[in-house]
């Protein structure tokens, strides 16, 4: 079992810049592929980016790139994404996920086993 905790949501104003941490514990974090979701009312979840067990591979959806940036700290069993130049269609709740499939086939087509709860990004305009 994967627990997954999600931190450093909030309401920015748009332009700004928030952190968020996903911390996981319970199971061999190094070897998991993680993952970030957001999900606005009224629509579908979204994967926003993710990244390989090994660091090798980073994934985004178009309307992030070159904005946010995933990242993993094996130490510290976590993830982070660093999110810029937040425009106020990015509010949702942002959750982190966890796969333990054996190979990357991307943040869309990669079994995700374990979520977090969320955290609530709002950006104000």
């Known amino acids: 079992q994967v627990q997954l905790v999600e931190s450093g949501g909030g309401l920015v104003q748009a332009g700004g810049s928030l952190r968020l941490a996903c911390t996981a514990s319970?199971?061999?974090?190094?070897?998991?592929?993680m993952g970030w979701f957001r999900q606005a009312p009224g629509k579908e979840r979204e994967a926003v980016a993710a990244i390989s067990r090994s660091d090798t591979y980073t994934a985004y959806t178009d309307s992030v790139k070159g904005r946010f940036t995933i990242s993993r700290d094996n130490a510290k069993n976590t993830i982070y994404l660093q999110m810029n130049s937040l425009k106020p269609e990015d509010t949702a709740v942002y959750s982190c996920?966890?796969?333990?499939?054996?190979?990357?086939?991307?943040?869309?087509?990669?079994?995700?086993?374990?979520w977090g709860q969320g955290t609530q990004v709002t950006v104000s305009s």
């Open positions: 996920a966890f796969s333990s499939a054996p190979f990357w086939l991307g943040m869309v087509t990669t079994r995700w086993d374990y």
């Open positions: 319970g199971r061999t974090f190094g070897n998991a592929h």
